[in-house]
């Protein structure tokens, strides 16, 4: 079977970190959406998404495929479901489209064949907010801490360490010398080649995947998800960072979502606690107006290639564009759009070919090569964001 995740209208609530990627390209627990449907499938998945991000995650046509909803997490019994199901057959709940089985011709001309529905009544999870990221981290680190870790062995603990409970598995060549590991309150996994140096608190349930780092005396809390190649230090609590992004430097960040390539300056911090206990409200790009978030503690929203400058205060329920570079005294903004550089005494517009010229050298300091995909990514989305009157 040719399975494929495609994008439902929840993409653009989850703007700005899907201007850059697909929705199932969004970690939250240890995997992103993508990987834990392909640990379930046991098979590779491609993608249904927007044209200009489709050369970089293309989709895959054969004569018999399943198209499964992006946003949603599987679960077992999901998986069986859809398994069974039959060309023509359209697996849903209430208003949620779970996934459709079409052939070639079906697809191409946009018909559902014989357009059976199958009603599902089981449980399952979808992300339908930006606070749904971290929000739902918790069961997801413990989710996807079971499927990585059922019937493996852990590379055994230094003496050095104090461990508290048992739910800790430890990835081959990572390592963990002086620090403090608390299981007690949900589980602890580091991947392969990680590193979480002396006098590191951390309590679970915390995820750190392959090649990232833990500085020194730093303080985390549950549920916090470190994607790969990440370094933190000073003091997160439910923040999930999608990978290769930098918090190396004391400050605090709570209930936030990092993208990919960001860099926080030392002694950054951001306010996820109204002073007043209420409701944090969420710049959305989709409805371009503050929403409710559902939650009182909300922290900052930064997607890809965004920066911060050292000292900088963000709000209570700050959401950071992509490609942006924040800095200057005093708390910034509640919305900072894309491409766009200075703070709360004024910003402007971040020329494009300057931002990719600078994402180009962050990627040059982890070895890697900026692609020409990921260019023309943000060349339109640049060209996207520019459109918004708040932009210009």
């Known amino acids: 079977m040719n399975y494929i995740l495609f994008d439902d209208s929840v993409r653009e609530t989850l703007k700005p970190l899907t201007y850059t990627r697909p929705v199932c390209e969004i970690r939250v627990g240890i995997m992103t959406i993508r990987e834990k449907w392909e640990k379930y499938l046991n098979t590779k998945t491609s993608t249904f998404t927007e044209?200009?991000?489709?050369?970089?995650?293309?989709?895959?046509?054969?004569?018999?495929?399943?198209?499964i909803n992006g946003s949603i997490c599987p679960v077992p019994e999901m998986v069986k479901v859809i398994k069974k199901?039959?060309?023509?057959?359209?697996?849903?709940?209430?208003?949620?489209?779970?996934?459709?089985?079409?052939?070639?011709?079906g697809f191409l001309s946009e018909e559902d064949d014989n357009g059976e529905k199958i009603e599902y009544k089981g449980e399952f999870v979808k992300l339908k907010?930006?606070?749904?990221?971290?929000?739902?981290?918790?069961?997801?680190?413990?989710?996807?801490?079971?499927?990585?870790?059922?019937?493996?062995?852990?590379?055994?603990?230094?003496?050095?360490n104090t461990v508290l409970g048992k739910d800790i598995f430890v990835e081959k060549g990572a390592k963990v010398e002086c620090a403090t590991l608390n299981s007690t309150t949900g589980p602890i996994y580091i991947g392969k080649d990680c590193e979480i140096m002396e006098n590191a608190a951390i309590r679970g349930p915390f995820a750190m995947c392959d090649n990232s780092i833990v500085r020194l005396s730093a303080k985390i809390y549950g549920a916090t998800t470190l994607g790969p190649y990440c370094k933190v230090g000073g003091e997160l609590e439910n923040v999930v960072m999608f990978g290769y992004s930098n918090k190396a430097h004391d400050g605090f960040f709570g209930n936030c979502v990092i993208g990919e390539w960001c860099n926080i300056g030392a002694d950054s911090n951001a306010s996820n606690l109204k002073n007043t206990y209420e409701e944090v409200r969420l710049w959305s790009i989709e409805k371009n107006t503050f929403v409710p978030s559902g939650t009182m503690f909300c922290g900052t929203i930064m997607a890809d290639h965004s920066k911060c400058g050292i000292n900088t205060m963000f709000n209570t329920g700050t959401v950071i564009g992509v490609s942006s570079n924040i800095y200057g005294h005093g708390y910034q903004r509640n919305y900072i759009p894309s491409f766009v550089w200075g703070g709360n005494s004024g910003i402007k517009v971040y020329e494009v070919e300057k931002a990719i010229e600078v994402a180009e050298k962050v990627e040059k300091r982890r070895d890697m090569e900026m692609s020409d995909d990921d260019k023309r990514i943000l060349l339109h989305v640049y060209r996207l964001t520019l459109k918004n009157k708040r932009q210009r």
Do not use: H, W
Not at 51 to 60: G, T
Not at 131 to 156: A, P, V, W, Y
């Open 51 to 67: 044209d200009y991000l489709s050369v970089k995650y293309p989709i895959e046509l054969t004569d018999a495929m399943m198209l």
């Open 85 to 105: 199901m039959t060309p023509g057959q359209t697996l849903v709940c209430y208003n949620d489209v779970i996934a459709m089985y079409k052939t070639k011709e």
């Open 129 to 160: 907010s930006l606070c749904d990221i971290f929000l739902l981290n918790d069961s997801e680190i413990r989710k996807d801490f079971e499927i990585l870790t059922n019937g493996r062995k852990s590379q055994k603990l230094s003496s050095t």
